[in-house]
């Protein structure tokens, strides 16, 4: 009798199996890392140090694009990456497009904050970037506490010894300035 009623069990349990029967699969909890991610562009690259001395990992290179940050996004929070503080710093070397920054942002995901740092530089789009670096922080799509605007460009204004000749570069001062900035706002919201 216990025979057949292991062999019955076996093929019950077979029969489920092809049939499509089993219970779900419990769904995976995915841990978002603590932590602060940076990506940027020279200006942040010439910060490095001093972001890196402050808990920043700092994922910076000269003339980097604004729309290059998805991409970047993309593949941290798919290997398991990307911490909960997002922090983007570009702009400097041309124009930034609305759906650029919010395709960011939501790639980010709803769990994790997003700061965006506005641009000094003395350049044509400068204005233009700043005002869409601020549509994106206070769009309607995303809820308002996880997208932050981090306002270099008031913070800076006024500051020329900060800057190199091209007024946006930073020297020492203004890379210690810069590092101060960005981690005096993450502070602010906690870890």
């Known amino acids: 009798m216990r025979r057949s009623l292991l062999a019955l069990s076996v093929a019950a349990a077979s029969f489920a199996l092809a049939a499509g029967l089993t219970a779900p ?13 940076a990506i940027g562009d020279s200006v942040m690259l010439g910060a490095k140090p001093n972001l890196a001395s402050r808990g920043f ?3 910076a290179t000269e003339s980097r694009q604004f729309s290059a940050a998805l991409s970047i996004v993309n593949i941290k929070k798919n290997n398991g990456t990307l911490p909960r ?5 570009l702009g400097t070397n041309g124009t930034i497009r609305l759906s650029d920054c919010l395709a960011i942002v939501s790639a980010a995901g709803p769990n994790r904050r997003v700061f965006l740092v506005n641009n000094r530089v003395p350049r044509s789009w400068q204005t233009g970037n700043n005002t869409t670096l601020a549509k994106c922080a206070n769009s309607t799509v995303f809820a308002a506490s996880r997208v932050y605007l981090i306002d270099w460009y ?4 006024n500051k020329s010894t900060w800057f190199y ?4 570069h930073l020297k020492p001062a203004g890379k210690s300035a810069y ?13």
Do not use: E, H, M, W
């Not at 699969?25 to 890392?33: H, L, S």
């Not at 000749?165 to 946006?168: A, L, R, T, Y």
């Open 25 to 37: 699969a419990a769904q995976a909890v995915t841990v978002i890392p603590t932590g602060r991610y």
């Open 57 to 59: 990992v700092v994922n």
């Open 85 to 89: 503080n997002l922090i983007i710093a």
């Open 154 to 157: 008031s913070y800076s204004r």
């Open 165 to 168: 000749s091209d007024g946006f």
């Open 179 to 191: 590092a101060t900035l960005l981690d005096a706002k993450l502070d602010a919201l906690g870890r």
